[in-house]
């Protein structure tokens, strides 16, 4: 069965997409969870859907709507709480019910049957083309341009926000690239697993490389690896049995992680019964 699920291309364009979503997700995914942003990621997400119906109802790609949606949220976000002193989780709740307001009424506005809604609320994998790849590269590019070079003064800000305003380092500059970047992850992710699971495949491979390490750049790596192990293991239960593809890899990362807490566990008794060991 294994070489014949290699055989199709359509599995080989899944494969490229699980590759440059993984380096993505592992990157901005370990920010997110470091951060504590997952609820914030979640509403980035939701809000998206807006520019979901937008898009559907101007006749263009419902992605670039999304996107739109997903920036103009996550900056949105971090100026309010910021200087206008609102708390960010009553901000958030506000995208993000007003986000899928805009979308269920622009898609109701819509003429005729939005065919592909499903996709975008659930994901489908399997469906990517040669223009999703494109984009999800370019994405991929944009992210390791910001935090190649500059992976020492996130760090810090990850860590650390107080003393990097100390250090005299642009961390306002730095949070609104990165709000950017995360919304565009989100966005692109809606593709490979929909609005609905989409916060799982940004916080549950940094949870597993956060089981073995603490290191801010080993997590991203393990992270990185584990999206790509449970999204191929995902894709192979997907084809021998019959079912959706996004969710059976956000199944097969829970099930990765359940292993993974469970053999740490393991370890972890092990050295404490044989400490000289």
């Not at 986000?99 to 994901?123: E, Q």
């Not at 593709?191 to 603490?214: C, D, E, Y």
């Not at 593809?245 to 829970?254: D, E, K, M, P, R």
């Amino acid at each position: 069965m294994i070489p014949e699920f290699f055989h199709y291309e359509f599995i080989r364009f899944a494969l490229a997409a699980s590759l440059l979503s993984s380096i993505t997700a592992g990157i901005i995914g370990t920010y997110v969870v470091t951060r504590r942003m997952v609820f914030i990621t979640g509403g980035i997400t939701h809000a998206s859907f807006g520019g979901l119906g937008l898009g559907f109802f101007l006749g263009i790609n419902p992605l670039i709507g999304a996107a739109l949606f997903g920036v103009a949220s996550g900056i949105g976000v971090e100026y309010l709480s910021r200087f206008r002193k609102i708390r960010e989780d009553s901000v958030i709740a506000m995208m993000w019910s007003f986000g899928m307001a805009i979308g269920i009424i622009f898609i109701s506005l819509a003429p005729g049957y939005a065919p592909n809604l499903m996709s975008y609320l659930f994901g489908n994998i399997l469906s990517v083309s040669t223009g999703d790849i494109l984009i999800m590269s370019i994405l991929m590019v944009l992210v390791l341009a910001l935090f190649v070079p500059f992976f020492r003064l996130i760090q810090y800000l990850t860590f650390d926000e107080e003393f990097a305003r100390t250090s005299r380092v642009p961390v306002s500059l730095f949070k609104y690239l990165l709000a950017g970047l995360v919304a565009l992850t989100a966005v692109v992710y809606i593709r490979v697993a929909g609005i609905i699971l989409v916060l799982s495949l940004l916080t549950i491979p940094q949870n597993i490389a956060l089981l073995f390490s603490n290191n801010l750049k080993k997590i991203m790596f393990l992270s990185i690896g584990v999206g790509f192990l449970g999204s191929l293991l995902g894709l192979i239960f997907s084809y021998a049995a019959n079912i959706p593809s996004g969710a059976s890899i956000i199944f097969c990362l829970v099930l990765l992680y359940l292993i993974a807490s469970a053999g740490k566990g393991i370890l972890s008794s092990m050295k404490t019964t044989h400490p000289d060991s």
